[in-house]
């Protein structure tokens, strides 16, 4: 509308009905005063565009007028000059166009920004009014009907008070109505602002993060948004409770806002609005009883956000339970155990090793092994479920992880266990001994110490230095390489001695023990002997000496206070002294006098270390003695192998070696051999397939049959066989009587890694035995054990010192004669000899510490005792 007179007058009407939200902009250079009444009305032109019921001047209005004019020239003068204008920046552009396109796009973006938010904080203060009205149409609404009750209630007592009392009620009422009322828009406003804040913080971060790109002419710095974002997910993924304590605070602002909100719109207390509040966020069901408009606006609103705020809880519940699950199904979950015996690694002497554990701990009830590998836990249940043998009461934990990590050993309660053993991995031997020494070093760096003993498995007898070096006292190494090939060697000599070994060496029979005896302190070592009725004294330990075991000691040696005594007996709590018996030794029958005879060994095979075989090999054997090595290493190279290995062939003294060179799977090869020509045979675990157990033991259960059966044809009694054969026995039959009667001949003694292999060629009794990883894993869990028994394994390993030995009985008595076993014993002292067992002529077996050594019984020259006595 504006004050041109010579505008229609379509709008005079409006004029004489005066519409109330119509008002004049009041303008310092619009402010006038009319002269005339209020009252007096003229109407000067009635085609006139603008009336008014107050008088206009004249003088005014030719003001007015003029200033119109100006306007539009001024306007005019404007729109010529933004036309040049803008054919300027035209031309400007196209001169500069990558400029120009920058600032309209910055200004572009300038005013979308502003717009946003001008539509945003528009659409806020739009739902903050109709919110606000809406209360205040409710908030009359319930204020009519609070005053109808109330009305109605003090006209009930104005008929049973008086009328002073009922005034003073009136007065008051208003006042309590009206301060209840502004309290409850409060809490409705303060709940919609609570809920629309979240949004506005967001709108102007959002705001403050594009003015700040703007700003600074960069596009690579994030918004604040992101930042913002970041930090919750650091916050969320950081702490391991923030998830449950995010999902309190939500849990409780909802149900704050919706108290407040139903205390905005119901007449409740406040107390009663939170509970109520509560009730629709834990049961959304509840809201159905609600009544009025406002009531259920707000019920649905809290029970929507409950049933939100339900399934995040179902979720981080799920997720939970599923973490936990899965970490106790992948084995990171932590061993709460104390005194166990912990093994690090994986191989296959693990089956041996747990078994004699389990045998071991049979005693105390069970006990509990933990057993950690570089494999997943579920696989390393179902290896351990597929061994065929009784835990007998020990129950095996498995927990995957590395032992170079202190947080995996942690997680095992490497510092307290008793005893940790680190098993040597399957391949490469340097590869495995190396890692042996990490995970030595790793033990080591354990913050809280180490409570137990360390029991190393090393491949290598030249690592064994270095592993001693970093892991001090705490460290006991079994080298299996070194332990299975003097075996070989002493088994080869003395054929039946493995098996005794695998008595001694495993839990299921007799095995050693120390114990201290104070009652022995001030007896001889003879005394000593005969003193235990279920055991066999074989050691002192020598408390003067710093703890060094003496093996086979001299009957004249007194025990002195803290000394204790080494003894073979079934279990540690299986023996215990008694009074000394009466016994008589008597004399020996004949002198020792065991003549050394020249002997023809074969090795077919080539191992790492051959170089101590053929050492050990040169210090026992009689002067002229062959060695024969048989492989396809060439002899040149085996030269070389042997002299980098420090053995000087020029200095050996009793053995002449000869070289072979052929494949000890291939028929022809051996044939080539004079294989019946023999007395011990040694079929090794060739260096070239040693990484594979399978393989090794394929070669060498193939070479084991090849020689059998080529022995078997060239022995002078086939005819014999043959003929029992042509009577009717079968094939199958006749062709193991023909490899037991030559294994009669010769000894063959086979290296076989896998135990299950051993199973079967000791059934099928083609071998004269078998030495397996099986005794490596014995004397592991011996050491395990008790650590002071590797003194007593390494010496009578060694290349001196005391051994296990088999002697005829001939030796000891005459054909016939009567003797109790404590009687043999006394007599072998004579010699300074310790008898621990006997093997009857028609026995397959060797009985150690036998029971009943004060009865006689009548004793045959075949028989063959097994003694403890010096190498010399």
């Known amino acids: 509308?504006?004050?041109?007179?010579?505008?229609?007058?379509?709008?005079?009407?409006?004029?004489?009905?005066?519409?109330?939200?119509?008002?004049?902009?009041?303008?310092?250079?619009?402010?006038?005063?009319?002269?005339?009444?209020?009252?007096?009305?003229?109407?000067?032109?009635?085609?006139?565009?603008?009336?008014?019921?107050?008088?206009?001047?004249?003088?005014?209005?030719?003001?007015?007028?003029?200033?119109?004019?100006?306007?539009?020239?001024?306007?005019?003068?404007?729109?010529?000059?933004?036309?040049?204008?803008?054919?300027?920046?035209?031309?400007?552009?196209?001169?500069?166009?990558?400029?120009?396109?920058?600032?309209?796009?910055?200004?572009?973006?300038?005013?979308?920004?502003?717009?946003r938010w001008r539509m945003a904080c528009v659409i806020a203060m739009v739902v903050m009014c109709f919110t606000s009205l809406l209360h205040k149409n409710f908030s009359l609404q319930y204020q009519v009907s609070d005053l109808q009750d109330e009305f109605s209630t003090l006209n009930a007592r104005l008929r049973h008070c008086n009328i002073s009392d009922s005034i003073d009620i009136i007065d008051s009422t208003p006042e309590h109505n009206i301060s209840s009322a502004s309290l409850k828009i409060t809490a409705l406003i303060l709940s919609l602002m609570m809920l629309s804040l979240p949004l506005v913080f967001i709108k102007y971060m959002e705001y403050i993060s594009n003015v700040r790109r703007q700003l600074d002419n960069t596009t690579e710095e994030l918004s604040l948004n992101k930042r913002l974002a970041y930090r919750v997910d650091v916050f969320l993924s950081f702490h391991p409770y923030a998830k449950p304590l995010t999902l309190l605070i939500a849990t409780l602002l909802l149900i704050s806002l919706g108290g407040l909100a139903l205390f905005g719109v119901t007449d409740d207390s406040i107390a009663d609005c939170l509970w109520l509040s509560w009730t629709y966020v834990a049961n959304s069901g509840n809201h159905t009883n609600s009544e009025g408009i406002g009531p259920r606006l707000v019920s649905v609103s809290v029970s929507f956000g409950g049933m939100l705020i339900f399934a995040m809880m179902l979720g981080l519940v799920s997720d939970a339970i599923s973490e936990k699950f899965d970490s106790l199904r992948k084995?990171?979950?932590?061993?709460?155990?104390?005194?166990?015996?912990?093994?690090?690694?994986?191989?296959?002497?693990?089956?041996?090793?747990?078994?004699?554990?389990?045998?071991?701990?049979?005693?105390?009830?069970?006990?509990?092994?933990?057993?950690?590998?570089?494999?997943?836990k579920e696989e390393m249940e179902l290896d351990i479920a597929k061994m065929e043998f009784d835990f007998r009461g020990t129950s095996v934990i498995c927990r995957s992880g590395s032992p170079l990590i202190l947080a995996d050993l942690k997680k095992v309660s490497v510092s307290k266990a008793r005893a940790i053993v680190v098993l040597a991995e399957d391949g490469n031997a340097d590869q495995s001994d190396a890692r042996a020494l990490r995970t030595v070093l790793s033990l080591t760096g354990v913050k809280e110490g180490l409570r137990g003993h360390i029991v190393v498995e090393l491949s290598d007898l030249d690592n064994e230095v270095l592993v001693k070096l970093v892991g001090g006292d705490l460290v006991e190494t079994v080298v299996a390489h070194d332990v299975i090939g003097r075996l070989m060697i002493q088994c080869a000599r003395q054929p039946g001695l493995a098996q005794i070994w695998e008595d001694i060496l495993g839990f299921e029979n007799c095995e050693f023990y120390i114990k201290k005896w104070p009652q022995f302190h001030g007896m001889q070592f003879e005394e000593v002997l005969i003193s235990f009725p279920d055991a066999i004294p074989c050691g002192i330990?020598?408390?003067?000496?710093?703890?060094?075991?003496?093996?086979?000691?001299?009957?004249?040696?007194?025990?002195?206070?803290?000394?204790?005594?080494?003894?073979?007996?079934?279990?540690?709590?299986?023996?215990?002294?008694?009074?000394?018996?009466?016994?008589?030794?008597?004399?020996?029958?004949k002198n020792l006098i065991i003549p050394k005879t020249t002997e023809r060994i074969l090795f077919c095979g080539w191992r790492r270390d051959m170089e101590d075989m053929i050492l050990v090999l040169d210090a026992f054997l009689a002067h002229g003695s062959e060695l024969w090595m048989f492989n396809e290493v060439c002899e040149k190279e085996r030269e070389k192998k042997l002299t980098d290995g420090g053995l000087d062939i020029s200095r050996l003294a009793n053995i002449i070696l000869v070289n072979r060179e052929g494949n000890a799977v291939i028929r022809r090869h051996l044939e080539s051999l004079p294989l019946e020509s023999f007395g011990s045979i040694l079929i090794l675990a060739d260096e070239s397939v040693e990484d594979s157990a399978i393989q090794a033991d394929s070669r060498s259960l193939a070479t084991l049959l090849l020689i059998r059966d080529i022995q078997a044809k060239r022995l002078p009694y086939r005819e014999a066989m043959a003929s029992k054969i042509h009577r009717g026995s079968s094939s199958q039959g006749s062709w193991r009587e023909e490899m037991q009667q030559a294994s009669d001949k010769s000894v063959i003694i086979s290296e076989i890694l896998d135990p299950r292999t051993k199973n079967l060629l000791s059934m099928s009794k083609i071998s004269d035995y078998v030495l397996s990883n099986e005794l490596v894993s014995m004397a592991l869990a011996m050491v395990a054990e008790d650590r002071q028994i590797n003194d007593v394994l390494e010496e009578l390993f060694a290349e001196e010192g005391n051994e296990m030995q088999i002697r005829g009985a001939d030796l000891y008595l005459c054909e016939g004669e009567e003797l109790s076993f404590y009687e043999v014993l006394l007599r072998a002292r004579q010699r300074r000899e310790i008898v621990i067992g006997y093997r009857l002529a028609n026995a397959e077996k060797a009985i150690i510490n036998p029971p009943a050594k004060t009865e006689r019984r009548r004793w045959s020259v075949k028989d063959v005792f097994v003694i403890i006595a010096d190498k010399e």
Request: hydrophobic fraction near 30%; glycine fraction near 8%.
């Open 1 to 115: 509308m504006t004050l041109n007179s010579e505008s229609p007058s379509t709008s005079n009407r409006d004029w004489f009905f005066p519409s109330q939200s119509f008002n004049v902009p009041r303008s310092p250079a619009r402010r006038f005063f009319s002269p005339y009444p209020r009252t007096t009305t003229s109407f000067q032109n009635s085609s006139s565009n603008f009336t008014s019921p107050l008088a206009v001047p004249r003088t005014l209005r030719r003001r007015i007028s003029h200033r119109r004019r100006i306007q539009n020239s001024a306007g005019a003068t404007t729109d010529e000059i933004g036309g040049n204008s803008n054919d300027a920046v035209l031309i400007q552009s196209e001169d500069c166009p990558s400029s120009g396109n920058k600032r309209t796009t910055s200004a572009h973006k300038k005013y979308t920004d502003f717009v």
């Open 331 to 376: 084995g990171r979950s932590e061993v709460v155990e104390q005194n166990h015996t912990l093994i690090l690694g994986w191989s296959d002497k693990l089956g041996s090793l747990l078994n004699q554990l389990a045998i071991a701990n049979e005693s105390l009830g069970g006990g509990t092994v933990v057993v950690m590998a570089e494999r997943d």
């Open 541 to 589: 330990k020598v408390a003067s000496s710093g703890g060094k075991i003496i093996l086979n000691p001299d009957d004249s040696y007194l025990l002195q206070e803290g000394d204790e005594v080494l003894v073979i007996a079934e279990d540690d709590d299986s023996y215990a002294p008694a009074p000394l018996p009466m016994v008589q030794g008597g004399n020996l029958p």
